[in-house]
């Protein structure tokens, strides 16, 4: 845990609202938060993000439930486990700046396709897709929201935060589960995340202010908007190692 006051108030602060920005387009915790904690303190981040979308996932699921697109989760899991193996094999064969110049293109990509007013019909097949690709570039480089983001953004508010959480509360265990048994999680990482998940919760629940307020062409342009700094994020991070 950082020493600094200051560093763990901003770092509060920061949790905050990117709480609030998940619970009201149903993604968005990392993206927002992970880079500028880690320019804080190396120690605030990715790790601990990890272990508090977990239980922020789980509540977000609950508080919507109704909404839930039960068989799009189905079909989106049976696409994220391929999608991951095809993110081990790619590790093996390219470096990690080449990895993260090519899904952040491809995201950006997705954005301009999306933003022209191409309409991606929700199918098995569709679902399937982006499936394999938010489990290989989760696995790659931390950013599996995305595209199921891109492909969930024309339904209704509810149905896009429950059933992306849904996705998410699943891969993000296995992804804790993995880490654990391999210890990757440390001590630190545990004291940060308990520090900082009341920090998330809060944002969570501000964001019921503004998930009524943030619906259609104003949800679309959201999940437009988050996707597009997910992939700038990406960019930035080649830059600066």
């Known amino acids: 845990m950082p020493a600094d006051a200051w560093i763990l108030v901003l770092a509060f602060l920061i949790t905050i609202a990117a709480g609030l920005v998940q619970g009201t387009i149903g993604f968005g915790l990392a993206v927002v938060s992970v880079p500028v904690l880690s320019l804080l303190d190396r120690d605030l981040a990715p790790v601990p993000q990890l272990l508090i979308a977990l239980p922020l996932a789980l509540a977000m699921v609950w508080r919507e439930w109704r909404h839930l697109d039960l068989s799009g989760v ?33 995201v950006l990509a997705g954005v301009a396709i999306v933003a022209s007013g191409v309409v991606i019909r929700l199918t098995p097949l569709t679902k399937m897709t982006a499936g394999v690709a938010s489990g290989t570039m989760g696995l790659v480089a931390s950013i599996g929201g995305p595209p199921l983001a891109l492909l969930y953004r024309d339904v209704e508010g509810g149905q896009l935060r429950s059933s992306l959480n849904a996705i998410f509360a699943i891969g993000i265990l296995f992804s804790i589960s993995v880490r654990g048994v391999t210890g990757e999680i440390a001590m ?47 960019l930035i991070r080649t830059v600066v190692g």
């Open 74 to 106: 189905g079909w989106v899991l049976a696409g994220r486990f391929p999608g991951a193996a095809l993110g081990v094999v790619l590790i093996k064969q390219f470096s990690e700046t080449a990895l993260d110049v090519l899904i952040a293109v491809l």
């Open 188 to 234: 630190n990482d545990l004291k940060v995340a308990a520090f900082l998940i009341p920090a998330a919760f809060t944002g969570l629940w501000l964001s019921r202010y503004f998930t009524d307020r943030v619906e259609g062409a104003a949800l679309k342009n959201a999940v437009l908007a988050i996707s597009a700094i997910a992939a700038i994020g990406l």
